[in-house]
């Protein structure tokens, strides 16, 4: 995979933002020719968190987060939400400037057989949050429910832990999962109050996946792979770029 920028983009608004500004040039010009995503007499592209990691594995969410909302402060970007469902908080984005979406056609073959896999906000779920009658729990979800330390919405959580089963994760890599998230919240001291929801643990997004490895106890002053700072184990703060920012992350919901 390559990530490309215009010169002129960079010069205006710096490199980073100039490789974001041309990932939302490529997907609105192959939805503009193709008439996909046109709501309010905008084109628009959306994407979840976690695919933009996954697009830009140089980039954490937090600083993806931060570019993204400069953009927006910026002029460049207008954010908006078209997703069928309130509860869907999948984001959509539409570029300001006409100048900035290419005038092509779509018979470059490369952009016609580009398929945007990641570009899915949630599916249709039902919604109620009580279980059927004929829905009971498992042995092994009831054993995660019991070890999960907030334990909220268990019809919803069910519903994402179903899922996840049905996408052929494997239950001990889920139970591994927690095992290291709950290390990670005691070596944090995060508050009860930030504590992810089971729902937010097993959600389309794979957060869970955040807590495959355990990261090995460092003494003395270190950071880790998500800019946040520790002094003996203990975090002290996090780094946005070249800021540094007291206090704990807060983990959204």
Known sequence: MQHHFEIEDAKKYGIEKAILIENFRFWITKNKANKNNVHDDRVWTFNSAVAYTKLFPYWNRQKISRLLRELEDEGVLTSGNYNKHPYDRTKWYSLNEKSLVKNLTMENKELNKTESESEQPIPDINSDSKPDKKNVYTEEFETFWKD???????????????ARIKEKVDIDTLMLCLKNYKARLTADGTEFKFTMHPTTFLNKDLRFEDFLEVEEEQTGTY?????????DG?????????????GRIQEAE
């Open 148 to 162: 999960y330390p907030r334990r909220v919405n268990k019809a919803g959580a069910f519903k994402c832990w179903k």
């Open 223 to 231: 950071i880790d792979k998500n800019g946040a700072q520790f002094v």
């Open 234 to 246: 203990v975090k002290t703060g996090h780094w946005d770029g070249s800021r540094f920012i007291p």
